[in-house]
């Protein structure tokens, strides 16, 4: 998906935020990418070229964008920390074998019924993680 720098800017002013190098960068990292990387990963991803940003702002930039909701963790292994641009509902498969993260379309499991919970509980949202192998790691096994 190809988000142009206008779009970017644009969205960032939409939310009432300001467009800071740094705030940028890191939208727009999240925004071309699918793998549901760690602060970290987007960390070194953005140092590669210029090693300008520091730990601290990535995190502070991705939780100024999860509070105005462009951005959501995701937690699919236990102790880390994942990021996704992609706030629409949908569900995620892990790959027990690599560790590859996969969206899953929301229509794609259908079936499961929240209204079986005890009585008492209240939905807000959920979603769903599948854990399996994905193609690469089940070709020949």
């Known amino acids: 998906m190809v988000i142009s720098k206008d779009n970017i800017i644009k969205t960032l002013?939409?939310?009432g935020l300001r467009v800071t190098p740094q705030r940028f960068a890191v939208y727009s990292n999240l925004l071309h990418r699918c793998?549901?990387?760690t602060a970290e990963q987007i960390l070194t991803d953005l140092n590669q070229e210029v090693p300008t940003l520091?730990?601290?702002t990535v995190y502070l930039s991705l939780q100024t964008l999860q509070?105005?909701?462009l951005v959501k963790e995701?937690?699919?292994?236990?102790?880390?920390?994942?990021y996704d641009a992609n706030v629409a509902p949908h569900h995620h498969f892990l790959c027990e074998c690599c560790g590859e993260i996969e969206d899953i379309p929301w229509d794609s499991?259908?079936?499961?019924?929240?209204?079986?919970l005890r009585q008492g509980l209240k939905v807000d949202r959920f979603e769903v993680t599948v854990y399996g192998r994905c193609d690469r790691c089940s070709d020949g096994n």
């Open 13 to 15: 002013k939409s939310k």
């Open 35 to 37: 793998d549901h990387p």
């Open 54 to 56: 520091s730990q601290a």
């Open 67 to 69: 509070n105005v909701g």
């Open 74 to 82: 995701v937690l699919l292994e236990e102790g880390v920390c994942r």
């Open 109 to 116: 499991l259908t079936g499961i019924n929240i209204n079986n």
